[in-house]
Each structure stands twice: as structure tokens, then as C-alpha cells.
């Protein structure tokens, strides 16, 4: 067994594999998503690092390989329109681009399904609340390149994908690349050559009643607009600069206020708690990983901030956290929770 020092620090598998996609690959690939394991894949834009969109452990897993020092929200990949529609409200707007870019290098941003409807006796699992960094929206995209499709029809998964890099660093366009950058973080890497566009796919915001472009991308402004035949204007990417005042805190905030660093709980506070910590007698707890470990902390945050709100409780205690690995995105998080109100 690790200690969970080195499930903290490594929680991959190591060195890196990169298959060439035979059938035997693949269906290797297929079975480490099912299992919560992060691959490698080609799009035919850039390389994406992929994992199961519905398991929070394992979208805790991409932060981690990545060093993202913040849970941005991530773009999930899906067979089709029918697929992407189980987990976003398509407008009409939106319905058109899909039909006409998909599959491509297009990601659309609507209004999210929170609860997706099962198909006949299956049930379909909800996208992890990590994934959408806790904002009312979904990122969806249906990837054209046929090692993409391939793992997310073999594996039966939405795949949440950010840039198989590190943070900071440039997208990955080769294999190579991928090796490079996140070796021994990703249990294994699909190798399908240097990718076609080499930049990232085009995102339009088609939650609202107007389409916004939030990334220029692979899909240029033009060929977007001759297709709808009226011009889109900029709108704001999540987690960039909020374009009013307290815009983005108000999207992840709780509607208890947030304590950070809480030595001393007071008997009216909820307990959110890490580590070796014997549960408050009384009051509302939860233990984001009591044996320490952040990557179980991180897939856990979303749903312990929605079981700690409670209307008996007007304040959330946090009790420290180490700040590092994934410790600083939870804590990132946390802050912003806790920023001052504007509404
Ligand atoms: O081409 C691509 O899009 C590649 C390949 C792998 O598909 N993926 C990619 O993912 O570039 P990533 O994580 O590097 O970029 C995701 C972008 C971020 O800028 C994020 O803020 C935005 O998508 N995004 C995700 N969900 C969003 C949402 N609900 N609302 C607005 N922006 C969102
Ligand atoms: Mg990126």
C-alpha cells in the first residue's frame, strides 16, 4: 500500500505506455477509463487527456497529471448530437452549429442537464460536478478523429478532455509530446500520429438567447457566421476575468458563507474536514478524505459544499488544508466560495 504522501504526489502508473490504437489497444484503452484511469488520445486538434466525465475520482486524477493549480471546467467529448444532448439543453442556435460542425473542432457551451434521463431500464450517470467546476453550464464536443470516437463508443463514456500538457505548457500535437510532458501520469497514450489543426477546437457559448465566442479556434469566426448568417460577439471564457464584478464568484458560490483555516469550530458552524478528524457530535460534517489524500479530497469537494449548505447553518467551517498538489485548486475554490457577496 502508498502512504498517502505518494498517492498525493504519483498517484499514476509509470512509465507511460504509447500503443500504437490496434484493436487490442484500444480495447485496453477502453477498459482504463471504465476503470477510472487517465489515456492519452488524438483529436484532430490537439492531444486531449481523457477520463470518465461521471467519476469524480477520476476527473480529479486530470487535475493532478496536469498540476492545474485551479478546477477550471473541462470540455467533455461525446459520439453525437443524440449523446451530447443527454447532458446539455441544445437551442435552436445551438442545434444548428452542432448539426453543421459536428463532428469537428467545435465545442458549444449550453445550459446543463444535472440529472440525465436513463434509456429504457439504463441509466445514464450524471457528469461529476468537477467537470463544470460547479457552473450551471456544460462544455460538449463530438471529436471527428476516428481514435476519439472509437474510445468514447468502446468505453460507452463521456470523456472530460482538457490538452494532454502540463499547465502552463504548450498543447500536445504529437504523441511524443504527451510522453514529454505527463509520463508516469497517464496510465497509457494513443498514438495517431501528429494531430491535423494543431490548435484547439472553436468555443461558442449557446447558453443564452445569443452565441458568444469564448476561444477562436480551429473553426474560424467567418465559417461560423456564413452558416448562421449574423456576426457573434466575444463573450467571457469561465474562470477568466469576470466581466462584471462578482459575475463568477456568484456562480460557485455556497449560500452559507466559508471559514478557511478553521482551527476552533464554533457549535453553529457545518464541519468540512480533511485527514485524521473525528466527526463534530451534532453539526453537519464531512471529510473530503480521511486518510489525507487530495485527489479523493478534490473528487469529493462539489458534493460535500452541496451536503454541508444547509439552511441550519449559516457558516461552513474549513479545516486546513495542505497546499499542495491538488490542495491548491481546493483551496483556490474554497477562496473564491468564500469572496465577499455583490447580490
Ligand atoms: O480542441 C480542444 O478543445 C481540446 C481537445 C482535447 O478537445 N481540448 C481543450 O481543453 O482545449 P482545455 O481544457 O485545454 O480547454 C477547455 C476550455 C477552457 O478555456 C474552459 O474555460 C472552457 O473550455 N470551458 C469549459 N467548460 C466551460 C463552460 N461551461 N463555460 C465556458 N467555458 C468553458
Ligand atoms: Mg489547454
Not at 487527456?49 to 470540455?75: C, E, H, Q, T, Y
Not at 464536443?141 to 468505453?155: D, E, K
Not at 489543426?197 to 468555443?203: A, R
Request: glycine fraction near 8%; include cysteine.
Amino acid at each position: 500500500m502508498p502512504n498517502s504522501d505518494q498517492i498525493n504526489s504519483y498517484d499514476c502508473q509509470s512509465p507511460s505506455v504509447i500503443r500504437n490504437p490496434d484493436a487490442a489497444a484500444m480495447f485496453a484503452a477502453a477498459q482504463a477509463i471504465v476503470t477510472g484511469e487517465l489515456v492519452a488520445f488524438p483529436t484532430e486538434t490537439v492531444y486531449g487527456l481523457g477520463a470518465d466525465a461521471s467519476n469524480s475520482m477520476a476527473v480529479a486524477r486530470i487535475f493532478n497529471a496536469k498540476g492545474r493549480p485551479r478546477f477550471n471546467p473541462l470540455i467533455v467529448h461525446v459520439a453525437d448530437l443524440d449523446h451530447a444532448r443527454r447532458y446539455g439543453h441544445f437551442t435552436a442556435a445551438a442545434e444548428a452549429i452542432a448539426s453543421k460542425f459536428w463532428p469537428g473542432p467545435m465545442t458549444i457551451v449550453t445550459l446543463r442537464i444535472a440529472a440525465p434521463v436513463g434509456e429504457g431500464d439504463v441509466a445514464v450517470d450524471p457528469i461529476s460536478d468537477l467537470v463544470t467546476a460547479g457552473l450551471p453550464t456544460i462544455a460538449l464536443r463530438v471529436p471527428q478523429h476516428p481514435i476519439a470516437q472509437a474510445l468514447i463508443r468502446t468505453s460507452g463514456r463521456p470523456l472530460a478532455a482538457p490538452s494532454a500538457n502540463r499547465s502552463g505548457h504548450v498543447s500536445a500535437t504529437h504523441a511524443d509530446h504527451v510522453a514529454r510532458d505527463l509520463d508516469g501520469r497517464v496510465s497509457m497514450i494513443l498514438d495517431g500520429g501528429p494531430t491535423r489543426h494543431g490548435i484547439e477546437s472553436t468555443i461558442i457559448d449557446a447558453s443564452g438567447e445569443t452565441l458568444r465566442l469564448l476561444r477562436p479556434g480551429a473553426i474560424s469566426r467567418d465559417a461560423i457566421e456564413a452558416v448562421l448568417g449574423c456576426t457573434i460577439k466575444w463573450g467571457d471564457v469561465a474562470g477568466s476575468r469576470p466581466s462584471a464584478p462578482g459575475q463568477l464568484e456568484s456562480h460557485y458560490a455556497t449560500r452559507a458563507a466559508i471559514r478557511m483555516d478553521a482551527a476552533v469550530i464554533r457549535p453553529d458552524e457545518a464541519v468540512l474536514a480533511f485527514g485524521h478528524v473525528d466527526p463534530v457530535a451534532g453539526q453537519p460534517f464531512y471529510n473530503l478524505s480521511p486518510s489525507g489524500n487530495l485527489i479523493e479530497a478534490a473528487a469529493n469537494l462539489f458534493a460535500a459544499l452541496r451536503f454541508l449548505d444547509q439552511p441550519s447553518c449559516n457558516t461552513i467551517a474549513v479545516m486546513t488544508i495542505p497546499n499542495h498538489g491538488l490542495g491548491e485548486a481546493i483551496n483556490d475554490r474554497l477562496r473564491r466560495a468564500s469572496a465577499p457577496r455583490t447580490q
